[in-house]
């Protein structure tokens, strides 16, 4: 059974940092591109960022793009999202999802972790 | 960017009723686009992908179709466990729209 468990969220100051860690299982995670998406309070999903399978490729959404890394460590089958500069728009519950890949522009987002949430609040 | 815009926003309906959902691309995506049901407290599921394919365990009374800007995602008889938040995904930036929520009339 594949799982994704996050872990790493709490509350944190305006401009402080975080990282989050997702931990995959029941896959081949290093044969995946991976992602983070996040809902804020009362809103909608919004895609963050992801990550090519050998971590040589990295896409952001552009409100977090040099704020925002993400990162994988295929050996302990590992995603990380390292946010800076952290702002109150950035508070969501961030969840990792796994994307199938069928061709260019042909994917989607088939396994969900539960999410962890960030709070930015002084 | 590609912009999705969803209609309705929300919806009430009974048990049994046939709902449909539509997703308006801002430019032409092709057949590029998932749904995604989430429900308070879980964890998104994806419905259907590549616009009309129904994902594996995904109950046949779900449905998608459309191809270019103008998609459907159609319930043909809405059950109690439906009740939730519905988003389409468009895949090549992979912009959510802003998604319905289906309520109990």
């Known amino acids: 059974e594949v799982q994704l468990v996050e872990s790493g969220g709490g509350l944190v100051q305006p401009g402080g940092s975080l990282r989050l860690s997702c931990a995959g299982s029941?896959?081949?995670?290093?044969?995946?591109?991976m992602n983070w998406v996040r809902q804020a309070p009362g809103k909608g999903l919004e895609w963050v960022a992801n990550?090519?399978?050998?971590?040589?490729?990295?896409y952001y959404v552009e409100s977090v793009r040099g704020r925002f890394i993400i990162s994988r460590d295929n050996v302990n089958k590992l995603l990380y999202l390292q946010m800076s500069s952290l702002r109150d728009e950035d508070t969501a519950i961030y969840y990792c999802?796994?994307?199938?890949?069928?061709?260019?522009?042909?994917?989607?987002?088939?396994?969900w972790g539960q999410g962890t949430l960030v709070t930015v609040s002084s | 960017d590609i912009q999705m815009t969803q209609s309705p926003s929300s919806l009430s309906a009974s048990v049994g009723d046939r709902v449909t959902i539509t997703c308006r691309a801002s430019?032409?995506?092709?057949?590029?686009l998932n749904w995604y049901q989430e429900k308070p407290g879980k964890a998104p599921k994806l419905l259907i992908y590549?616009?009309?394919s129904l994902q594996s365990g995904v109950p046949s009374r779900f449905s998608g179709s459309g191809s270019g800007t103008d998609f459907t995602l159609t319930i043909s008889s809405l059950q109690p466990e439906d009740f939730a938040t519905y988003y389409c995904?468009?895949?090549?930036?992979?912009?959510f729209g802003q998604g319905t929520k289906v309520e109990i009339k």
């Open positions: 590549a616009a009309s």
């Open positions: 999802a796994r994307e199938m890949v069928r061709g260019v522009a042909v994917n989607w987002f088939d396994s």
């Open positions: 990550i090519k399978p050998d971590g040589s490729v990295t």
């Open positions: 995904q468009q895949s090549y930036s992979k912009t």
């Open positions: 029941g896959f081949d995670f290093p044969s995946y591109w």
């Open positions: 430019q032409n995506i092709n057949t590029y």
